[in-house]
């Protein structure tokens, strides 16, 4: 087929140039955006007198059947025909409607037109994204709500430290979510400039009114600067950190109910649903699903890398070399959302065991800390009162006893401050409830840290609705 641009040059194009140039096989996932953004432009021309009146009307109900036609599968995008969605759609409405459809591109160049349509679709996806991490949020934070007393051990180094709450260690991941929903609204307002309007590079010079385009597409403004305006993919880059970060905290959690599966410390079993088996080994009941979240994150961070990568050496304005951005940006928004779709059942259908948990914590001397806080609430001072609990934890240990159970003569031979109440004091359940500093594993203050995560959960919920 003729190209667009035959009347400059003399020869056709290459076949494997234009394989290789064609970016409609990944792009033309942007049909939808693509023709809104197309609706939204022909409006304005016909408003600003730019085209006539019947064919801003034709444009328009031309573009409405090919998105019809698009929506139920009757248009094959292929790159023998089209070379990216934009020349795609240009193309079907100039079939279809005649010297209308050829007055589409009037005042735009595909440059300001793709770089509305990333920024129709990044606007969709992150809203898609931030629902579902608030609906794992609140998977979350319902299964907080029925471990606020479920001690377990806490780690540092994975060497068990102090005591803790299975709810308390739910939050910790509540309130990273937290932060990655902040982050996507943060983008999101960030982004939320239109430019459309801004051409080639050099803006035109037709009497446009970027505004009015900008309120049919519901954006807040418009790019302030054209050179900027086509060639910003800042928002792209800040998508794909914000996922990353997300990918972060969502392979940390998978890593722990990997650990927590294992035989070594069967804290939770996952449902069978949600499990695998091995092709040799009939008792294995393997974590794939989290196994893959922890893989997968690596590609989040690549494709991160790739839109940095591309960015860096561009001179302004556009550069073919920013047609990468879609598959980069595709792929993690992808990755990210099944991701999210398979952890959040896989999580509400594992089955905690407290018992478990209760057993590891009492093991390994969580309760050391507590121990020297007894001393030093009895006028020892902290660093004294530390070394006396290490010497107690190395008896403990040769002797093969824990804090509970080591006599009270042993206690006060190592130091004569001991009395009866120490074991009070380094009762398993007691160092966790004596914990409800801001912050802490305490019930009642995990339970102050869940209501206020839900808080937030229901008020975003409500801006939603
Ligand atoms: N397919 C192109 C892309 O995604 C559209 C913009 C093409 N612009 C150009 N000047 N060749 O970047």
């Known amino acids: 087929m003729a190209k667009m641009w035959a009347g400059r040059f003399k020869k056709e194009t290459d076949r494997l140039v234009n394989e290789f140039n064609a970016s409609v096989s990944v792009d033309s996932r942007l049909y939808r955006e693509d023709i809104e953004g197309s609706m939204a432009h022909a409006a304005m021309l016909e408003k600003q007198g730019i085209i006539p009146p019947e064919d801003g009307k034709n444009i328009r109900a031309g573009l409405r059947e090919i998105l019809k036609d698009m929506e139920a599968g009757k248009i094959s995008l292929t ?102 929903v902040r982050r996507l609204e943060d983008c999101l307002e960030g982004m939320d400039e239109m430019p459309l309007g801004c051409g080639a590079l050099a803006g035109t010079t037709y009497p446009i009114d970027r505004e009015f385009a900008a309120e049919e597409l519901g954006f807040s403004g418009v790019t302030d600067n054209s050179l900027d305006g086509v060639s910003d993919r800042d928002y792209c880059m800040e998508l794909c950190a914000c996922l990353s970060i997300l990918m972060v905290h969502l392979s940390r959690l998978s890593e722990e109910i990997i650990l927590w599966c294992s035989w070594e410390f069967k804290f939770v079993e996952l449902d069978d649903a949600f499990s695998t088996g091995s092709s040799i080994m009939p008792q294995k009941k393997n974590p794939d699903v989290c196994e893959l979240i922890r893989g997968k994150s690596g590609r989040v961070f690549g494709d991160l890398q790739t839109l940095l990568v591309m960015m860096k050496g561009l001179p302004l304005a556009y550069n073919k070399d920013m047609q990468e951005d879609k598959e980069a940006v595709f792929d993690a928004v992808d990755t990210v959302k099944i991701c999210l779709q398979v952890f959040s059942p896989m999580f509400a259908t594992m089955t905690v065991l407290p018992e478990n948990m209760k057993a590891a914590a009492k093991r390994g001397f969580l309760n050391a800390t507590d121990c020297a806080d007894y001393l030093t609430k009895k006028g020892v001072p902290f660093r004294d009162a530390y070394k006396i609990s290490g010497t107690l934890v190395a008896m403990c240990i040769e002797k093969g006893e824990t804090l509970d159970s080591l006599p009270l003569e042993t206690y006060r031979e190592v130091c004569p401050v001991f009395e009866k109440d120490v074991y009070e004091a380094v009762d398993l359940m007691a160092c966790v409830r004596e914990r409800k500093s801001l912050g802490g594993p305490a019930p009642e203050e995990v339970a102050r840290q869940l209501e206020k995560l839900l808080k937030f959960l229901r008020e975003k919920k409500e801006a939603q609705s």
């Open 79 to 180: 790159p023998e025909l089209y070379e990216d969605i934009h020349m795609a759609n240009e193309q079907l409405l100039t079939e279809r409607i005649g010297d209308g459809g050829k007055r589409l591109h009037t005042a735009r160049s595909r440059n300001d037109q793709v770089a509305l349509d990333m920024r129709l679709y990044v606007r969709k996806e992150i809203l898609e994204i931030r629902r579902l991490v608030l609906e794992f949020m609140e998977v979350l934070c319902e299964k907080a709500k029925d471990h606020l007393e479920t001690v377990m051990p806490g780690y540092t180094h994975l060497q068990r430290a102090q005591p803790i709450t299975f709810a308390h260690h739910l939050m910790a991941y509540g309130n990273m979510l937290k932060r990655d």
